[in-house]
């Protein structure tokens, strides 16, 4: 993409916080400081922890969400609060360094409501599966099992006819996806576990082709499958090779996307199961960061099921019955 404009860079400091970012910065952090430590490289595992705990410090010193000090910023993705990446970074850091003091800090930081959502800006389920993982306590098991009742078809969720559990036009699928993995990770710390791989596959069938778009078997992931979105709402991808121009005049091309994007997972259909492949329409044919990341996770939380040969049956409502989870055992409908 050919950018011109100006791209100013922005900044935290003191009198000028922003915990909800430095707060999940610390947790990313610590738990990279797990990984390295891990892996034996000591060294930069070290360097790793002493960012995460500065940042907390930072956080904790200057609480506030980053959009009260980056104004510029809050017209586009405002922050709700900093309570929950406050928590998760808190959490975190007591796994890193064993200090009680962590823990404390984020069952104060903890809220006992149920969210709207797993997303960007709210994350006190996560926060709330963190300190069950830590305590056993069953008063963060009844808030995890709380937050999924209302995302079963008995709850409070609409679901599309084919079996999507459908929060919000804006991302449907991002929503699923991280709801997912919130059942898959609550399912490994032993909350109803058959019953959450289940649901959480079901879901990821649907997403990759247990559905009725275009006759069937149509992944939302692009690249994934015979039939995928070949038009996403993506500048880059909607541009050709350098020296070709690339302005808002490719929005408009009704042709595919000279370049694939590979694994990007699209916004989702309607309430109806309704979708456009149109790369004008930013609501159902976006991709974003954030629509993938949770998706992902489900998805490496599968390869362990496979792995540790505990893949669940499924029963989607609109199967595809030529695709399947490699190594996959026992499944009805699961679409790779």
Known sequence: ED?????????????????????????????????????????????????????????????GTYTGSVQDAAQFYSSSGFEDEMCEGAVWLYRATGNAQYLAEAKD????????????????????????????????????????????????????????????????????????????????????????RTWAVEQLNYLLGDNNQDDGCFSFAIGVGDKYPVSPHHRSASCGDIPEPCSEANLHVKTPSPHLLLGALVGGPDQTGHYVDDREDYVMNEV?????????????????????????????????????????????AAAA
């Open 3 to 63: 950018m011109t404009m100006d791209r100013p860079c922005y900044k935290l400091s003191p009198g000028h916080g922003g915990s909800d970012v430095a707060g999940e910065w610390a947790g990313a952090l610590a738990a990279a400081y797990l990984v390295y430590k891990d892996k034996g490289d000591t060294a930069y595992a070290t360097k790793l922890l002493a960012a995460a705990e500065s940042l907390y410090a930072f956080a904790k010193a200057n609480p």
């Open 109 to 196: 930081y903890n809220s006992a409501a149920w969210a709207w959502a797993l997303s960007w800006d709210d994350k006190k389920v996560a926060c709330q599966l963190l300190l069950y993982e830590e305590t056993k306590n069953a008063a963060y098991k009844d808030q995890v099992v709380g937050f999924m009742a209302g995302w079963s078809e008995q709850g409070s969720i609409s679901y599309t006819p084919c079996g999507l559990a459908w929060r919000d036009k804006w991302g449907a699928n991002r929503y699923a996806g991280n709801t997912a993995f919130l059942a898959l990770a609550a399912a490994e710390a032993g909350i109803l576990t058959v019953k959450y």
């Open 288 to 332: 974003a960061i954030d629509y993938n990341s949770g998706y992902h996770s489900a998805l490496a939380g599968v390869m362990h099921l496979i792995a540790t040969d505990n893949f669940p049956v499924t029963h989607n409502k609109c199967p595809c019955p030529k695709n399947s989870f490699p190594g996959a055992k026992g499944t009805t």
